[in-house]
C-alpha cells in the first residue's frame, strides 16, 4: 500500500500495524519528510519501512531506489486532492495509473491481488456541496489557494477512468467526508 500525502503519519502508524498483511509506505513532498519520519520512528518503529520522498507533479515519479514501490497493489490518500491545485490532481491519477498499470504487468505471469486506488476527503456531486459546512470549507481553500477546493466526484472519475480504474464504492464517512474506492483489472 503506498500512502500518498502522508503528512504527519496519523494513517500509516494506525493502518500499519491493523493491517500486517499489508506493507503500508509512506509518501510526501520533501518538506514533509522530517516529521514524517520523526514520528514513523517513534511510532511506526518494526512495522514501517522509512518514508519515501514523492511529489506527484514529478513526471514520472522519481522513486527512490529499493523502495517497495513498484510494484504496489493499492494507492491511498486522505485529504490531498483538495488542497493540490487541478494539474497536480490530474499527476496524481496519471502516476497512479501508471504504478498500478506497472504492478498488473509485473505480475502478468502469476495471480495477482487485485489493484486499488482509495481516496479519502470532501467532494461535490454534479457541481453541490454535500453540506453547508463543505461549502465554507471550499471558501476558505480557495482564499487561502485560488488553485485548491473541493472536487467535483465526476471529474476525478472521468480521471481515474482514463486510467482504467472502475469506480467501484462511494461510502459515506464522518464530517462530510467520503471514501472512493476505485478497482483496477488484475
Do not use: C
Not at 519520519?37 to 518494526?46: F, H, L, M, Q, S
Not at 519501512?49 to 504496489?72: F, M, S, Y
Not at 497512479?96 to 505480475?107: C, E, F, I, T, Y
Amino acid at each position: 500500500m503506498l500512502e500518498i500525502g502522508s503528512g504527519t503519519g496519523q494513517h500509516a502508524v494506525f493502518f500499519a500495524p491493523a493491517l500486517p498483511h499489508l506493507l503500508w509506505q509512506a509518501s510526501d513532498r520533501a518538506e514533509w519528510l522530517p516529521g514524517l519520519r520523526a514520528r514513523i520512528a517513534r511510532e511506526g518503529a518494526g512495522k514501517l519501512p522509512p518514508p519515501i520522498e514523492l511529489d506527484v507533479t514529478a513526471n514520472p515519479w522519481p522513486l527512490p531506489a529499493g523502495t517497495a514501490v513498484p510494484p504496489v497493489d493499492a494507492v491511498f490518500t486522505a485529504n490531498t486532492l483538495h488542497i493540490m491545485g487541478w494539474p497536480a490532481v490530474e499527476a496524481f491519477f496519471a502516476g497512479v495509473g501508471r504504478l498500478l498499470a506497472m504492478s498488473g504487468d509485473a505480475r502478468a505471469t502469476g495471480t495477482s491481488p487485485r489493484r486499488v486506488l482509495a481516496v479519502y476527503g470532501p467532494f461535490r456531486y454534479r457541481g453541490a456541496f454535500t453540506s453547508a459546512s463543505n461549502a465554507a470549507f471550499d471558501a476558505t481553500l480557495r482564499q487561502r489557494d485560488p488553485a485548491s477546493g473541493i472536487r467535483d466526484f465526476e471529474a476525478v472519475d472521468a480521471l481515474a477512468a482514463a486510467q482504467g480504474l472502475a469506480l467501484e464504492a462511494d461510502h459515506a464517512m464522518p464530517a462530510n467526508n467520503q471514501l472512493l474506492l476505485w478497482g483496477a483489472a488484475a
